[in-house]
């Protein structure tokens, strides 16, 4: 009569011990941090809108800004990336601008006397939360009907998110200096105009994919 074999259980308990560590290690780490602290900003900048406090806003939404960069460059030099962390880095990104536009948007938020072309145009908030929307429930209806998931930002869309950015820094600086306010026209128009091209470049992006699912399917 042979003895049972304990050995391997023993390895296996040890080996999903020694993985646990590992699993937690992805989650708290440097990006992941920087990306939390990133959201961590967004109630104290909607707060220096509200107390009109443009400088700050501005220096807030450029520090920001540096933790968006450094987040991906640590991911990428410490080998540090996770999933949590491709999770998190794009909310915190639309959290911060979407609410930027948001608030920004408001007649009370405006530097006061207010100054021409402020506060940003209902149109240009619309166009902006509107193409996230349709960017999301887009992408949850294609994963249901084809299983698709691997679906990551165009190159219209990263160009867009750059100008919406872009756009934010510019109207805090129009905020804080009122004078250079006669560039903001510009700002709204070029921020509305790539929000709609690249929701319908979305489109024809999510047409495509189910045609090929159809075809497939005959």
Excluded: C
Excluded at 64 to 85: E, K
Excluded at 196 to 217: C, D, M, P, T, W
């Amino acid at each position: 009569m042979t003895k049972p074999k304990l050995q391997p259980v023993a390895v296996e308990d040890q080996k999903s011990k020694s993985a646990s560590p590992s699993v937690s290690s992805r989650i708290v780490t440097l990006p992941n941090l920087l990306t939390m602290f990133r959201m961590a900003l967004i109630p104290v900048f909607v707060s220096l809108l509200f107390y009109r406090k443009f400088e700050w806003a501005l220096g807030v939404f450029v520090l920001a800004g540096i933790t968006d960069g450094l987040d991906g460059l640590f991911a990428r030099r410490l080998n540090q990336g996770s999933q949590l962390g491709t999770i998190l880095d794009p909310i915190a990104d639309k959290l911060l601008l979407v609410t930027s536009f948001i608030v920004l948007s408001l007649p009370t938020i405006s530097p006061q006397p207010v100054p021409r072309h402020f506060p940003v145009p209902f149109w240009v908030t619309a166009a902006v939360i509107s193409r996230d929307i349709f960017i999301i429930v887009g992408a949850a209806a294609i994963n249901i009907v084809t299983g698709f998931r691997g679906f990551r930002p165009s190159w219209l869309g990263k160009i867009s998110t750059t100008v919406q950015i872009l756009a934010i820094a510019l109207i805090l600086v129009a905020a804080s200096f009122p004078y250079l306010s006669s560039y903001l026209p510009t700002v709204y128009t070029t921020v509305f105009s790539f929000a709609v091209l690249s929701g319908v470049h979305y489109i024809f992006f999510a047409s495509k994919l189910l045609n090929q699912e159809r075809r497939q399917g005959e």
